[in-house]
């Protein structure tokens, strides 16, 4: 006698567009969070470890070189391995490089943490991308990610005004922790 079929389990019903686009704004903006929430406080990190400016300049360009071509590297990843793997290894890889520059005892070891948030920002960025891609035809897909952009660009002119309030009230190390 043979046993009953068993029925696959149905698939995750589908996301909400609503939902989608704040995740999407969120990916996208991290980013502009993670460069623009910690500008205000550069000259207090410089003053803090006697750096000097191309040095400071350094931490931002370290992390935007990184973040670009580590897209390279986690698109393929991302095809190879699925999108949420990839997606939260280089969220908790970025989680980590945040603690890491708070606890930094030198501008050298923020440089270094700045390149690792710039590696892991990548996979965020790519996997939003990704992420409409798979979930949307394409005209559906550009009024998404024309959406997200929004909120990208709400997040990224709340981030310099948020990052000036941060280090005012708790010092550099806040605006590097958010």
Not at 30 to 43: C, F, K, M, V
Not at 139 to 154: C, D, F, N, P, Q
Request: glycine share 12%; charged share 10%.
């Amino acid at each position: 006698m043979s046993s009953p079929a068993t029925e696959a389990s149905p698939p995750h019903p589908p996301m909400r567009a609503g939902t989608v686009v704040l995740v999407l704004s969120l990916l996208l903006g991290l980013q502009p969070i993670a460069t623009d929430l910690y500008l205000p406080a550069l000259p207090s990190m410089t003053a803090a470890f006697g750096a000097s400016m191309p040095q400071a300049q350094l931490t931002l360009t370290a992390m935007l070189l990184a973040f670009g071509l580590s897209q390279l590297v986690w698109g393929p990843m991302s095809d190879r391995f699925g999108r949420r793997p990839v997606l939260l290894s280089g969220l908790v890889m970025y989680v980590l490089a945040s603690v890491g520059c708070v606890f930094s005892g030198t501008f050298e070891q923020i440089i270094g943490w700045r390149t690792l948030q710039g590696i892991a920002m990548g996979a965020g960025v790519m996997g939003a991308r990704a992420i409409v891609r798979d979930l949307y035809a394409p005209a559906e897909g550009a009024r998404i990610m024309s959406k997200s952009l929004t909120g990208l660009g709400v997040l990224a002119c709340l981030s310099s005004p948020l990052g000036g309030l941060l280090t005012e009230v708790g010092g550099w190390r806040t605006a590097l922790a958010a």
